[in-house]
């Protein structure tokens, strides 16, 4: 299983942005997918994540901000990101793993990223 991000840069407060997160190797039936991001000195933050079934969860942080999605193949992965302040400044990175998000949700709301079987490397965003 391959995860890639992609849609990171540089963005003004206020603005939008959407990443990317393509996946390969894996069938869309079998994984929950979520962003996590970290910052310098920060510790890693779980903001989102969906399961097949379209149930979302996202951090109290970007609630009303960000929407994560999926496309129809469920192999692309989605965080449309708006009214972006300096804070959400981080590196985003994707995650998948083969169980229901329910069973991960504890991992996920601590930012345990090593709790999904498979990331990727991450996209900057930057927001000034």
């Known amino acids: 299983v391959q995860l890639v991000e992609s849609g990171g840069g540089p963005v003004q407060a206020g603005g939008s942005l959407r990443l990317s997160c393509v996946g390969s190797?894996?069938?869309?039936?079998?994984?929950?997918m979520a962003w996590f991001r970290q910052a310098p000195g920060k510790e890693r933050e779980g903001v989102a994540a969906?399961?097949?079934?379209?149930?979302?969860s996202y951090a109290d942080s970007v609630k009303g901000r960000f929407t994560i999605s999926k496309d129809d193949s469920g192999k692309t992965l989605y965080l449309q990101m708006s009214s972006l302040k300096p804070e959400d400044t981080a590196m985003y990175f994707c995650?998948?793993?083969?169980?229901?998000?329910?069973?991960?949700?504890?991992?996920?709301?601590?930012?345990?990223?090593?709790?999904?079987?498979?990331r990727g490397q991450g996209t900057q965003v930057t927001v000034s």
């Open positions: 969906i399961d097949n079934e379209g149930l979302t």
């Open positions: 995650a998948a793993a083969p169980v229901r998000c329910t069973i991960l949700a504890g991992a996920w709301r601590q930012g345990r990223l090593n709790a999904f079987n498979y």
């Open positions: 190797g894996y069938t869309r039936w079998t994984y929950c």
